[in-house]
């Protein structure tokens, strides 16, 4: 709740520049717009964060404070409907600090646009503050990135998520706290570091966000051989999630299939169904037995 607390890259350097203790509090800026666009999903703003520190040791940082009480003050201390805002006007109204107790031990997070078109999380580094606009996974491991990338983590979003002017509004406690999860498999880490590395290496080459990427993989008149390198990852990552489930018997024949998002390079609708089926099952089966995942 102010925007305020925002800088320009320039602004931050400079800053940074003048006094390199101020590291303790600029940091990029991440949202959901330059994860989606930016071909190094890079934050293309820095922030002002003050953590939960009281006012007088956030003084301390005289430059940075004072951009904060001429930007931010003013505008928190008309605020009606929170006593919180207006008294602790240099602090977030909301600092999550439960998420960064929790990825503090982390180097890397999964993160996705909590409303887009493409679903698809990406590995990108701590040390940075996260919009509210985005979900935020406390892991690194390369196999919950397969996972999270996969077809059948899709099915399941789009089957209990909403959408917003056609895009899916990706919420949390409706998705993936409701997805029963498999036993992570090497064949999933193996297929979540390919994903990571050739997704990676197209776009910087490209010069294209995941957006524009994931309409090229979804369109079938594009047959590049690098879009085809990452459709062929994205087999390997559908094979790995199903085979961790131990649905052996399902076909994953992948093709460019017709559903209600647009043409999609996926599986067929009738394996689809079948996934969201069975995930039913076990979720239903996990909450009959005290399991976490369970439909609310």
């Given at each position: 709740m102010g925007k305020g607390f925002?800088?320009?890259?320039?602004?931050?350097?400079?800053?940074?520049?003048?006094?390199?203790r101020n590291k303790d509090v600029l940091f990029p800026y991440l949202n959901g717009e330059d994860l989606n666009s930016r071909p190094d999903c890079s934050a293309s703003r820095w922030v002002i964060n003050f953590h939960d520190w009281p006012e007088e040791r956030a003084r301390e940082y005289s430059e940075v404070f004072a951009i904060v009480e001429r930007?931010?003050?003013?505008?928190?201390?008309?605020?009606?409907?929170?006593?919180?805002?207006?008294?602790?006007?240099w602090l977030y109204e909301r600092s999550r600090p439960e998420l960064y107790s929790k990825i503090s031990g982390l180097d890397r997070v999964l993160v996705v646009a909590l409303v887009s078109r493409t679903v698809m999380p990406v590995s990108v580094p701590t040390g940075q503050v996260f919009s509210h606009m985005l979900g935020v996974f406390a892991a690194s491991d390369p196999a919950y990135l397969a996972l999270l990338n996969s077809n059948i983590h899709y099915s399941w979003a789009i089957t209990r998520g909403s959408s917003l002017k056609g895009d899916l509004r990706y919420t949390p406690s409706d998705i993936y706290e409701t997805l029963p999860l498999p036993t992570c498999s090497s064949a999933m880490a193996t297929a979540?570091?390919?994903?990571?590395?050739v997704r990676r290496s197209i776009m910087l080459r490209?010069?294209?966000?995941?957006?524009?990427?994931?309409?090229?993989?979804?369109?079938?008149?594009?047959?590049?051989?690098?879009?085809?390198?990452?459709?062929?990852?994205?087999?390997?990552?559908?094979?790995a999630v199903l085979r961790a489930y131990e649905w052996h018997d399902l076909n994953v024949h992948h093709d460019f299939v017709a559903t209600r998002q647009g043409t999609r390079f996926?599986?067929?609708?009738?394996?689809?169904?079948?996934?969201?089926?069975r995930l039913l099952e076990l979720n239903h089966a996990q909450r009959a037995g005290g399991g976490e995942s369970m439909l609310f």
């Open positions: 925002l800088l320009s890259p320039e602004q931050a350097e400079d800053l940074l520049q003048r006094n390199p930007n931010v003050k003013p505008e928190r201390l008309k605020v009606k409907h929170s006593k919180n805002a207006r008294e602790k006007w979540g570091i390919n994903l990571d590395q490209r010069g294209v966000g995941l957006t524009t990427l994931y309409r090229l993989v979804h369109d079938l008149n594009v047959i590049d051989s690098d879009i085809q390198d990452l459709r062929a990852v994205h087999v390997e990552i559908d094979r996926s599986l067929p609708q009738s394996v689809r169904t079948e996934v969201i089926d």
